[in-house]
């Protein structure tokens, strides 16, 4: 089976440039998670969404990031416009209702110059 | 506050021997589920072992087994018969329930553990 998918896995780009980063969850999963991770803060939930619908963008930083779900299959992040404190490890997760597990994605590095 | 502790920033450990990674978890709700995920070099989450606050017995797969002591608030990580494969990072997670139902993971700061031949 296929587990959660991102792309790109690796992307360096300069400051002020849109970065957008995609995920498709395991199929039949209805929850999907974004996370952060930095050596300074470890792992941040970023946002997260059920049946395709944010449900909690607490953690989104500031309105340069955005996240979407057009359908359960596809999910994106976008930072635009990016800056140098935005490099970091991004993460996608997904779980289904009823299971307590999470699913990561092999992440995303994003390397802003 | 809900929080994650882990306290131990890095461990070692002798190939073959076995180890205990820490864990406290601070929570005021009656139904919420501990887990441990696995951060290899290559950087991908890993997840290998699950508890549930209400589960009787310790979780165990294969050479993963938690140490969970509800009283001490405590859910420690043992791997038995330690593998050079073994060393990475080492997250405790905790499932909490936000309003709404909802459930998200909160994530201790990690261990790193080292295997040596």
């Known amino acids: 089976d296929a587990g959660v998918i991102q792309s790109p896995r690796h992307e360096v780009t300069e400051m002020g440039q849109e970065v957008t980063l995609r995920c498709k969850p395991i199929s039949g999963h209805d929850y999907l998670f974004w996370y952060r991770q930095t050596m300074m803060r470890g792992l941040e939930l970023l946002i997260y969404f059920n049946n395709n619908v944010p449900i909690d963008d607490s953690g989104m930083p500031e309105d340069r990031f955005s996240a979407k779900m057009p359908n359960a299959s596809f999910s994106t992040l976008k930072i635009q416009p990016s800056e140098p404190r935005d490099s970091a490890v991004y993460f996608c997760?997904?779980?289904?209702?009823?299971?307590?597990?999470?699913?990561f994605g092999p992440g995303t590095r994003l390397l802003v110059l | 506050a809900q929080k994650i502790t882990q306290t131990q920033p890095g461990m070692f450990v002798q190939e073959k021997e076995a180890v205990t990674l820490d864990c406290t978890y601070d929570t005021s709700d009656p139904s919420y589920g501990l887990f441990w995920y696995k951060q290899p070099s290559s950087g991908e989450m890993i997840f290998l072992i699950y508890q549930g606050s209400y589960d009787q017995q310790n979780a165990t797969e294969g050479r993963y087994s938690l140490n969970f002591q509800k009283a001490r608030k405590s859910a420690n990580l043992v791997i038995s018969a330690s593998q050079l494969g073994d060393s990475a990072m080492y997250f405790c997670a905790m499932r909490v329930t936000v309003s709404g139902g909802y459930n998200k993971l909160i994530f201790g700061a990690g261990t790193r553990l080292a295997v040596h031949p």
């Open positions: 997760a997904s779980s289904s209702q009823g299971q307590e597990t999470q699913y």
